[in-house]
């Protein structure tokens, strides 16, 4: 299937591994130029060989902490063609309101939360000048599943789902789609270490983090190309009628 992509500039957030390199993966397939976003130069540029050895596309990446402030300005200055915009960065920890501090608790927000919106606030204006690009929020399931175990996550989703739905309500008046995606546990190092301290927890062994999983749907965590392909189509054409949704990918554990 053609999905209309070819020579599209896309931009994804915390593109070095995980969704984000594995949804930069997918747009190359399409013939979309991504360029990649992270803070190690290193990860990227291992990121970027791996997208040419594969699809031949010469992937574009910029190091950069988004946490940081006026850091989102700076990359639309270098990033004004912009087709589409994936925010996919950040990484919050777990633990119950007790279990993480304030420190700590803006410290995630910074990346995950007001990066998004920060990061949205200096592209939309590029965007509705053409009247024309695509902004996906990759978010979470805890957004929409609140978990005391993971409070800081689960109330930052809240927030960027209500972000996406009040945005993309609106934007499609100026030619712009912005829609969300919240992936249930998705195979990555991250969430592999998230599991192992919940096996070392429960049974003192984080070498049974597997054991873990079997109670997910499918018995299984999603793969992150899942995540990826699903991105990309929503960002495509093909999906021209899609916005201020944020689509649940769970295997249908929220309704089991």
């Not at 990359?75 to 919050?92: H, K, M, T, V």
């Not at 606030?121 to 690009?133: A, D, F, T, W």
Request: net charge neutral; aromatic share 6%; proline share 4%.
């Amino acid at each position: 299937m053609d999905l209309k992509l070819k020579h599209k500039q896309v931009m994804v957030t915390g593109g070095s591994k995980g969704i984000g390199l594995a949804t930069a993966m997918s747009f190359a397939k399409e013939g979309a130029v991504p360029t990649l976003v992270s803070r190690t130069q290193d990860s990227l540029d291992a990121a970027c060989a791996r997208i040419f050895s594969e699809t031949g596309v010469k992937a574009k990446s910029i190091a950069l902490d988004l946490s940081e402030s006026g850091s989102a300005k700076k990359l639309a200055a270098q990033c004004q063609d912009i087709d589409i915009l994936i925010n996919n960065a950040g990484a919050i920890p777990g633990g119950n309101l007790m279990d993480v501090g304030e420190e700590k608790w803006r410290q995630a927000w910074e990346l995950k939360l007001f990066g998004y919106i920060n990061l949205t606030r200096e592209v939309l204006p590029l965007m509705q000048g053409r009247k024309s690009g695509v902004i996906a929020n990759i978010i979470g399931m805890a957004g929409a599943a609140p978990r005391n175990a993971y409070i800081c996550g689960s109330t930052a989703n809240a927030a960027l789902m209500a972000f996406t739905q009040a945005l993309g309500a609106s934007s499609q008046l100026h030619g712009v789609r912005v829609f969300g995606i919240n992936p249930s546990p998705t195979k990555s190092e991250r969430m592999e270490g998230m599991l192992r301290a919940q096996a070392a927890q429960k049974w003192s062994d984080p070498e049974r983090w597997m054991e873990l999983t079997v109670q997910m749907p499918f018995g299984r965590m999603a793969e992150p190309q899942e995540i990826a392909d699903l991105t990309t189509f929503c960002c495509s054409p093909l999906s021209s009628y899609l916005t201020g949704s944020v689509i649940n990918v769970d295997g249908g554990q929220m309704f089991a």
